[in-house]
Nanobody, 118 residues
Framework: QVQLVESGGGLVQAGGSLRLACTPSLRTPSSYTIGWFRQAPGKEREFAAL???????RYADSVKGRFTISRLNARTPVYLQMNSLKPEDTAVYYCAARPSGADEFSYWGQGTQVTVSS
């Protein structure tokens, strides 16, 4: 069973940094793509970053240059290093897994709150 657990959220001042972690269960295949999404109050969930099984990465324009997604291997957490945080980065951050060859992210974590104060 694929399960994902997020951690690392919290309250930070604008300009600060946070590192989120997404820990996949042992049954999560190494070929799966892991993505980070976020949902701000009153807004739709939006894509932030992803990393494939072969460690290719992609970022939303809104976070490019400030956020870095990384993973050491398929059995270690997927990290989202967030620097130069802005109040508009405030949201619940979710990690998700997409099976190899699939179009959609099928597995989701419970989310972790990130709040950036001005």
């Amino acid at each position: 069973q694929v399960q994902l657990v997020e951690s690392g959220g919290g309250l930070v001042q604008a300009g600060g940094s946070l590192r989120l972690a997404c820990t996949p269960s042992l049954r999560t295949p190494s070929s799966y793509t892991i993505g980070w999404f976020r949902q701000a109050p009153g807004k739709e969930r939006e894509f932030a970053a992803l990393i494939t099984g072969s460690r290719l990465t992609r970022y939303a324009d809104s976070v490019k240059g400030r956020f870095t997604i990384s993973r050491l291997n398929a059995r270690t957490p997927v990290y989202l290093q967030m620097n130069s945080l802005k109040p508009e980065d405030t949201a619940v951050y979710y990690c998700a897994a997409r099976p190899s060859g699939a179009d959609e992210f099928s597995y989701w974590g419970q989310g972790t709150q990130v709040t950036v104060s001005s």
